[in-house]
């Protein structure tokens, strides 16, 4: 199987078309206010115009209202949304656009029992359990992950071109999500760590 790729928080054009070069499925846009990356609707709509055919773009909210959805939809046009926050399984579902779910792993958590009401999403993202909601280069315990999948998993949280490889042989995922760690000041990539890391990726998946 070959781990799918999403790099997040991008914030410049030039960043996207590093990403897509060096063969990312993916890359996400940050549509939380408090977040150094975080995209108004003009700068969104010029990175997805950038991105070329076959990657994918991912708007990602914490705790939204439905408003700020739909106006991302209507004027960015993103093929994915993601959630990070308390949202319910009807909000996400609403919007008629496939989504991903993000749960915060943290010890004693029953990940699945927090996840199975999402049994609507594309798939479920885990991240670390932190004060700020991704973005800030922390791992969690790989061990926590359950066994039972009923849905993709997209692994998260401090993942870097030194760790990715063991987080892939430790846990399988469908996919890894990667922000800070490729990044040499918040909201910038460097082209160099992107390609580093999507390496890692391709050698875990021989």
């Known amino acids: 199987m070959r781990t799918r790729i999403k790099i997040c928080g991008i914030t410049r054009v030039e960043d996207a078309q590093a990403a897509a070069r060096a063969g990312a499925d993916a890359i996400g846009l940050v549509f939380y206010p408090p977040s150094p990356r975080f995209l108004g609707l003009d700068r969104a709509r010029r990175l997805v115009d950038a991105v070329p055919p076959f990657v994918s773009t991912v708007a990602l909210f914490v705790n939204p ?18 959630f990070h926050g308390e949202e319910t399984p009807a909000f996400c579902g609403q919007f008629g656009v496939p989504y991903l779910k993000a749960c915060r792993v943290r010890p004693g958590a029953d990940l699945l ?23 800030v280069g922390e791992i969690f315990d790989w061990s926590l992950v359950p066994a039972e999948r009923p849905r993709p998993l997209v692994v998260s949280g401090g993942l870097t071109r030194d760790n990715v490889r063991e987080a892939i042989r430790r846990v399988r995922p469908w996919a890894v999500d990667v922000s800070s760690g490729v990044e040499s000041a918040k909201g910038i990539k460097d082209a160099d760590r992107i390609a580093a890391f999507i390496a890692e990726v391709r050698h875990a998946d021989v």
Do not use: K, N, T
Not at 65 to 82: F, I, K, S
Not at 114 to 128: E, H, I, K, Q
């Open 65 to 82: 209202a439905a408003e700020e959805v739909r106006a991302v939809l209507e004027h960015v046009g993103p093929a994915m949304l993601q």
């Open 113 to 135: 029992e927090y996840l199975r009401p999402f049994s609507g999403a594309a798939g479920w993202l885990l991240d670390s359990h932190v004060e700020e909601y991704g973005g």
